[in-house]
């Protein structure tokens, strides 16, 4: 199996988009089931038992909070 290049997107999405992706992602959580959510053309395959955390971040006037999961690729 060929290694996948490194990446580092950032994907923009309507309030509407997100909160559907958003509600996908919960119900997948709350069941224990591997979600699956597709970024600027590339299909992602989170696993079940994936670890996941949030981050926030402050610099200067600007804040960001980024729900973060990771998983080691076998």
């Known amino acids: 199996m060929s290694k996948k290049k490194e990446r580092d997107i950032e994907k923009n999405y309507t309030v509407k988009q ?9 119900d997948c959580l709350e069941q224990g ?3 699956t959510i597709q970024i ?3 299909r992602i395959y ?3 038992g994936t ?8 610099e200067g006037k600007f ?5 973060q999961f990771k998983w ?3």
């Not at 997100?18 to 919960?26: I, V």
């Not at 670890?51 to 402050?58: A, D, L, Q, T, V």
């Not at 804040?63 to 729900?67: D, K, R, S």
């Open 18 to 26: 997100m909160a559907a992706k958003l509600r996908r992602l919960a």
């Open 33 to 35: 089931k591997a979600f």
């Open 40 to 42: 600027a053309a590339e």
């Open 46 to 48: 989170i696993p079940a």
């Open 51 to 58: 670890s996941f955390s949030i981050e926030h971040e402050r």
């Open 63 to 67: 804040e960001e909070v980024e729900f």
């Open 72 to 74: 080691e690729n076998e």
